[in-house]
Nanobody
């Protein structure tokens, strides 16, 4: 099992920026994904990074606004979120996943953080 701790959430106005952090410890993992879930909605994949080669994936809704990056020395994955919109408001989770499968499928991720709330006001 991988232990994941997220931080960096908060409240911002539309157009603002936030950076989320996800620090991992424990067993090794192949990819880190960021997901979000708004009340009454399904959990959706936002972005993911493959640890060994830094290949990144993004949901269409965040392309050009969000950037996922890694600091391997700190075992930390970041999600830089710019030009935030009210529809980005959600609980954001990071997750550690195994090889294979679609990056945005929550079922391929075996470890999850506790989540950090992002609220964007108009």
């Amino acid at each position: 099992q991988v232990q994941l701790v997220e931080s960096g959430g908060g409240s911002v106005q539309a157009g603002g920026s936030l950076t989320l952090s996800c620090t991992a410890s424990g067993y090794t993992y192949w990819r880190i994904g960021w997901f979000r879930q708004a009340p009454g909605k399904e959990r959706e994949g936002v972005a993911a990074v493959i640890i060994c080669d830094d290949i990144t994936y993004y949901a269409d809704s965040v392309k050009g606004r969000f950037t996922i990056s890694r600091d391997n020395a700190k075992n930390t994955t970041y999600l830089q979120m710019n030009s935030l919109k009210p529809e980005d408001s959600a609980m954001y989770y990071c997750a550690a996943g195994v090889f294979g499968g679609s990056w945005s499928n929550p079922l391929i991720y075996h470890s999850w953080g506790q989540g950090t709330q992002v609220t964007v006001s108009s």
